[in-house]
Nanobody
Framework: QVQVVESGGGLVQAGGSLRLACAAS????????MGWYRQAPGKQRELVAR??????????NYADSVKGRFTISRDNAKNTVALQMNSLKPEDTAVYYC???????????WGQGTQVTVSS
């Protein structure tokens, strides 16, 4: 059973920064994609950023709303992914979930979520 654990959420003022971290463990298979999603109250869960493993090169893509402000990074050897969030806005307030997709089986695993609150 794959375990996905997030950390790093919290309360920050608008314009501030936070860094989220996620670690996946217990997988017998390599991880294909690692990503971050978020869900605000009353809204659907949405993709924030994800990064896929391309061997020596990782490929990242972002939601338009966070481009230029958020950066996703990954350590393939450690099965960890981080999300550096800068210039935070109140609309970034949400529960952020780490997502892992295994190579081959394409099984999907989620973390328990971490709250990010941005005050105006």
């Amino acid at each position: 059973q794959v375990q996905v654990v997030e950390s790093g959420g919290g309360l920050v003022q608008a314009g501030g920064s936070l860094r989220l971290a996620c670690a996946a463990s217990g997988s017998k298979f390599s991880i294909n994609v690692m990503g971050w999603y978020r869900q605000a109250p009353g809204k659907q869960r949405e993709l924030v950023a994800r990064i896929s493993s391309g061997g020596r090169t990782n490929y990242a893509n972002y939601a338009d709303s966070v481009k230029g402000r958020f950066t996703i990074s990954r350590d393939n050897a450690k099965n960890t992914v981080a999300l550096q969030m800068n210039s935070l806005k109140p609309e970034d307030t949400a529960v952020y979930y780490c997502n892992v997709v295994l190579l081959g089986s394409q099984d999907i695993y989620w973390g328990q979520g971490t709250q990010v609150t941005v005050s105006s």
